[in-house]
């Protein structure tokens, strides 16, 4: 008769996805704020607003670095409540800017290195918010390589990565309705506090398996069936002689740049769909977020994004149990198919011009494929290194990660810029079909054409291209690098 098992790793995972889905809320808060409320109230230009944004990424980039060692020194218990109470406390700073900005300017203080009092306290939330947030990924990573056998880890990861799209789903729906009915400090003091009412369930539920009483014999030996017996150090909650990993080693191992090239050229395009699907809705079709066809395209977007990478993350699981395939090499045939998604964004374009939902559905389904890539890139971390060292080098993969991102979102910025005929002028977007005066003669500059499409359409079509190639290329990368399963030894 087959033991009964206990199946507490399902109730760790749902905190993973409950902390990643708050990470998300928080990073919005501002984003769904600054052009309705914030904006007006300090008289920000797009430009201060760009300032705080672009801070944000590389403060983010930078921490991931040092966040992985910290889970990894800290332990992932204390390291993880660290991680939430500093970006929580970073975000419910942000409403005490507005008292704060009043005050300073009573003082005299209103401009410092040409930028106004509130943007440099915004920025001071941001780089507090940022620091915080770097934790989350590395921490909910070396939790699942603890919790979870290999083979499962990429389900696991894609349940508590989904996070990220309901809390991209949620966002629009609640940010504003708070700012709109209780004032924008609010919204920054409501979905900031949720962080602090994680971490009491956080503290009452998280032990490492061998030492949760919620863990019975039967679910132990699941989860550390690809390790073998049990060791005695491990049984009793001892750390043991775990090995750690430096800087220096990680980076001059294959498999770390396969992690770095992995994250780095994909990234950007889940971020890229994330920032500016909503001004592609509008500028294409004339939708804007809060309109409810609107709603309901980017609702449609994020359900697809939500349920289909859950069911994609299974093949992984299906390809070592029934073809017989080691974890490695099971995954990486999984994300291959991953990576064919993003080439249905190619058709965004092309199909728009029948309708919107075309696109929406499109868009969906390629960032599925992307949530379901960047769950299994988490989780070949988790097959190749030991378990000691995966906040480490989940660190350094999120840094590569933020890095792409930020080259991504800043070029499709400058593109769309470029594209639609328009420079800048003192600080504001001005088209250039309005014959700007150059040294006395009149200066033109027709909008871009690529394919058919001209001004922003042409530069979203090679966005697009972009994204749709990426995921191929970043496959090709991790595969030669690492083309067959090779454990690190340390």
Same mark, same amino acid.
């Given at each position: 008769?087959?033991?009964?098992?206990?199946?507490? #790793?399902?109730?760790?995972?749902?905190?993973?996805?409950?902390?990643?889905?708050?990470?998300?809320?928080?990073?919005?808060?501002?984003?769904?704020?600054?052009?309705? !409320?914030?904006?007006?109230?300090?008289?920000?230009?797009?430009?201060?607003?760009?300032?705080?944004?672009?801070?944000?990424?590389?403060?983010?980039?930078?921490?991931?670095?040092?966040? /992985?060692? !910290?889970?990894?020194?800290? %332990?992932?218990?204390?390291?993880?409540?660290?991680?939430?109470?500093?970006?929580?406390?970073?975000?419910?700073?942000?409403?005490?800017?507005?008292?704060?900005?009043?005050?300073?300017?009573?003082?005299?203080?209103?401009?410092?290195?040409?930028?106004?009092?509130?943007?440099?306290?915004?920025?001071?939330?941001?780089?507090?918010?940022?620091?915080?947030?770097?934790?989350?990924?590395?921490?909910?990573?070396?939790?699942?390589?603890?919790?979870?056998?290999?083979?499962?880890?990429?389900?696991?990861?894609?349940?508590?990565?989904?996070?990220?799209?309901?809390?991209?789903?949620?966002?629009?729906?609640?940010?504003?309705?708070?700012?709109?009915?209780?004032?924008?400090?609010?919204?920054?003091?409501?979905?900031?506090?949720?962080?602090?009412?994680?971490?009491?369930?956080?503290?009452?539920?998280?032990?490492?398996?061998?030492?949760?009483?919620?863990?019975?014999?039967?679910?132990?030996?699941?989860?550390?069936?690809?390790?073998?017996?049990?060791?005695?150090?491990?049984?009793?909650?001892?750390?043991?002689?775990? *090995?750690?990993?430096?800087?220096?080693?990680?980076?001059?191992? *294959?498999?770390?740049?396969?992690?770095?090239?992995?994250?780095?050229?994909?990234?950007?395009?889940?971020?890229?769909?994330? !920032?500016?699907?909503?001004?592609?809705?509008?500028?294409?079709?004339?939708?804007?977020?809060?309109?409810?066809?609107?709603?309901?395209?980017?609702?449609?977007?994020?359900?697809?994004?939500? !349920?289909?990478?859950?069911?994609?993350?299974?093949?992984?699981?299906?390809?070592?149990?029934?073809?017989?395939?080691?974890?490695?090499?099971? #995954?990486?045939?999984?994300?291959?198919?991953?990576?064919?998604?993003?080439?249905?964004?190619? %058709?965004?374009?092309?199909?728009?011009?029948?309708?919107?939902?075309? *696109?929406?559905?499109?868009?969906?389904?390629?960032?599925?494929?992307?949530?379901?890539?960047?769950?299994?890139?988490?989780?070949?971390?988790?097959?190749?290194?030991?378990?000691?060292?995966?906040?480490?080098?989940?660190?350094?993969?999120?840094?590569?990660? /933020? =890095?792409?991102?930020?080259?991504?979102?800043?070029?499709?910025?400058?593109?769309?810029?470029?594209?639609?005929?328009?420079?800048?002028?003192?600080?504001?977007?001005?088209?250039?079909?309005?014959?700007?005066?150059?040294?006395?003669?009149?200066?033109?500059?027709?909008?871009?054409?690529?394919?058919?499409?001209?001004?922003? *359409?042409?530069?979203? =079509?090679?966005?697009?291209?972009? =994204?749709?190639?990426?995921?191929?290329?970043?496959?090709?990368?991790?595969?030669?690098?690492?083309?067959?399963?090779?454990?690190?030894?340390?």
């Amino acid at each position: 008769m087959k033991e009964k098992m206990s199946n507490f #790793r399902w109730v760790i995972c749902s905190l993973l996805f409950f902390a990643t889905t708050v990470n998300y809320l928080d990073r919005q808060v501002l984003s769904l704020t600054y052009k309705d !409320f914030i904006a007006p109230v300090f008289n920000w230009s797009d430009n201060d607003y760009g300032t705080i944004t672009a801070v944000f990424s590389i403060v983010y980039a930078l921490s991931n670095l040092v966040a /992985g060692k !910290f889970i990894d020194w800290l %332990g992932t218990k204390k390291g993880y409540l660290w991680a939430i109470f500093i970006w929580s406390l970073g975000a419910c700073l942000h409403a005490v800017c507005g008292v704060g900005t009043h005050w300073l300017n009573g003082l005299g203080m209103t401009m410092v290195i040409g930028m106004s009092i509130s943007v440099w306290l915004f920025l001071a939330c941001r780089t507090v918010l940022a620091l915080g947030e770097a934790g989350n990924f590395p921490a909910a990573i070396k939790v699942t390589a603890e919790y979870f056998p290999k083979k499962d880890r990429a389900f696991a990861t894609s349940i508590f990565n989904s996070g990220s799209s309901v809390g991209a789903l949620a966002a629009p729906l609640t940010i504003p309705l708070i700012a709109k009915y209780c004032g924008w400090e609010m919204a920054f003091i409501i979905i900031g506090a949720l962080g602090f009412v994680w971490m009491i369930f956080w503290f009452a539920l998280y032990e490492k398996p061998e030492k949760s009483k919620r863990v019975d014999k039967a679910e132990l030996d699941y989860i550390h069936q690809d390790d073998g017996a049990v060791s005695q150090s491990q049984a009793a909650g001892r750390p043991g002689n775990e *090995p750690k990993i430096s800087y220096a080693k990680a980076f001059s191992l *294959p498999q770390t740049w396969a992690l770095v090239l992995g994250r780095f050229l994909t990234d950007g395009v889940w971020w890229f769909f994330l !920032f500016w699907t909503p001004g592609y809705l509008s500028d294409q079709f004339g939708y804007k977020s809060s309109d409810g066809m609107g709603m309901a395209l980017i609702f449609t977007l994020y359900a697809i994004v939500t !349920f289909v990478s859950i069911y994609l993350c299974r093949l992984p699981t299906y390809m070592v149990d029934k073809k017989g395939m080691n974890a490695y090499e099971g #995954r990486m045939v999984a994300m291959f198919v991953f990576a064919c998604f993003p080439l249905l964004a190619l %058709g965004a374009q092309p199909l728009g011009s029948v309708s919107a939902w075309f *696109p929406a559905v499109l868009i969906g389904l390629a960032c599925a494929g992307h949530q379901a890539w960047s769950a299994n890139v988490y989780s070949v971390v988790g097959d190749m290194f030991p378990k000691s060292t995966i906040g480490t080098l989940t660190g350094i993969a999120q840094f590569a990660a /933020g =890095c792409g991102s930020f080259i991504v979102n800043k070029s499709a910025g400058k593109l769309f810029t470029y594209a639609s005929g328009t420079t800048m002028v003192d600080g504001q977007e001005v088209e250039m079909t309005k014959k700007l005066l150059e040294g006395g003669a009149a200066y033109v500059r027709p909008a871009m054409e690529f394919l058919g499409y001209t001004g922003k *359409p042409a530069g979203y =079509c090679i966005v697009f291209g972009y =994204c749709a190639v990426a995921y191929l290329l970043g496959w090709c990368c991790m595969k030669t690098l690492v083309p067959h399963y090779k454990k690190v030894e340390l």
